[in-house]
Nanobody, 124 residues
Framework: QVQLVESGGGSVQAGGSLRLACVVS????????VAWFRQAPGKEREGVAA????????YYGDSFEGRFTISQDNAKNTVYLQMDSLKPEDTAMYYC?????????????????WGQGTQVTVSS
């Protein structure tokens, strides 16, 4: 079965950086999309970024202004999210999603499997 494990979250001061990682097990990494989403209290889950595992197609959601960078290591079945110049409004649970089934790559409905999430907290 497909499993996703996120790591790298934590607490950081405004302006700091974090690097999240998502390891995807099973058969949901080859020639497909993997994405990062986030959800803050009282807000809907939103697409952050998505990357194709072999074609280097990358998509970003709004509100990042070049501060976030998605990348992947095909040999490790791992997708990363480098977050720089973090702001308090970036505070949220960050989720990895895999097993793309079609539709917009920043839509929740596009993916079959989800990790448990990793908490990112940015203080002022």
């Amino acid at each position: 079965q497909v499993q996703l494990v996120e790591s790298g979250g934590g607490s950081v001061q405004a302006g700091g950086s974090l690097r999240l990682a998502c390891v995807v097990s099973g058969d949901a990494y080859s020639n497909t999309y993997v994405a990062w989403f986030r959800q803050a209290p009282g807000k809907e889950r939103e697409g952050v970024a998505a990357i194709h595992t072999v074609r280097s197609f990358i998509y970003y959601g709004d509100s990042f202004e070049g501060r976030f960078t998605i990348s992947q290591d095909n040999a490790k079945n791992t997708v990363y999210l480098q977050m720089d110049s973090l702001k308090p409004e970036d505070t949220a649970m960050y989720y990895c999603a895999a097993d793309y089934r079609g539709g917009g790559v920043l839509n929740v409905a596009a993916f079959n499997y989800w990790g448990q999430g990793t908490q990112v907290t940015v203080s002022s």
